[in-house]
């Protein structure tokens, strides 16, 4: 088996808006990491979190944790470790992950007449964030979910 990595970090205010529910980011970061093994053709394995927060809040971080721990168990991957400091709220997950040996999709690896999946709708995640930015009346949510959700519904059900 070949150990293939991912890392993802959002940042209040870039990756999403101030006062964006808690859970929500936790679904969000942990997916975005999580898809890009699936992309790597990689089962998920194990995760560690570098935790960013303004001040120690458990009204904040109950229900993160809650979401965090119900992706991991949906996405069957373990958190082993990680990091906790105090500034500006940002969150990074390392996600591990294994594939056969010499079986993991690279980019480089592209070849004309290659056939190329994907899982939902291509843009859904940036019309998520468009719903956000530029709030309208009837707001879809199928795209917010598509854009804090990456990932879910992955692994497929056996």
């Known amino acids: 088996m070949d150990l293939v990595v991912s890392i993802d970090t959002l940042v209040e205010g870039t990756h999403f808006l101030p006062g964006t529910a808690p859970g929500r980011i936790a679904s969000r970061v942990l997916g975005a990491a999580v898809s890009d093994l699936a992309a790597m053709g990689a089962t998920p394995a194990w995760f560690t979190l570098a935790l960013t927060l303004p001040a120690a809040d458990e009204a ?3 229900p993160f944790a809650e979401q965090l721990g119900r992706s991991a168990r949906t996405f069957g991957i373990r958190l082993i ?5 105090r500034g500006p709220l940002t969150l990074s997950v390392q996600a591990h992950g294994w594939v056969p040996a010499g079986k993991g999709l690279h980019r480089r690896g592209a070849a004309v007449g290659d056939r190329i999946c994907v899982t939902g709708t291509l843009g859904d995640s940036r019309g998520g964030l468009e719903c956000l930015l530029k709030p309208v009346e009837g707001i879809d949510d199928h795209l917010l979910e598509r854009f804090f959700a990456p990932g879910h519904g992955w692994p497929p059900a056996s």
């Open 81 to 85: 470790g990680g990091d906790t400091t």
């Open 60 to 62: 904040w971080l109950a």
